[in-house]
């Protein structure tokens, strides 16, 4: 079942299924319903008087589709898909840098061949040495 789990929360395969669905099953309703909102806008020449600007309706269509859209698709699936797969597969937490403990392992070597009186781990040294 972990296989499985695994299978479905990987990235790619998340974002082929938004694209597909979303894009396909939401475009209509979508389309509906800007069209609905760019028939309430009054008409661009009336708002322009003696401005020739074209049909600025398939602008606003395309303009409200692209918005109403992405905040479907990042509420109703990136959203909650980034905090199921932070619940499934937290983060490993940040361990030691590798450049510190090369750093370590030189510190250690170097007051090992000096012999110095240092306190080990800690490289300082110790009072009257």
Do not use: H
């Amino acid at each position: 079942m972990s296989g499985f789990k695994n299978f479905l929360l990987r990235g790619n395969l998340v974002d082929l299924a938004v694209a597909v669905i979303i894009g396909t099953a939401f475009g209509a309703v979508v389309t509906a319903f800007t069209a609905w909102l760019t028939s309430k806008i009054p008409a661009v020449e009336d708002v322009f008087a003696g401005t020739e600007l074209g049909d600025l309706g398939f602008f606003l269509n395309a303009l409200i589709s692209f918005i109403v859209l992405a905040a479907v698709v990042y509420f109703a699936v990136v959203l909650p898909y980034t905090k199921a797969r932070e619940r499934f597969f937290p983060s490993p937490p940040p361990g030691t840098p590798e450049e510190i403990e090369l750093l370590r392992q030189i510190r250690d070597a170097l007051q090992a061949q000096a012999g110095t009186g240092s306190v080990p781990g800690t490289g300082t040294q110790t009072p009257g040495t």
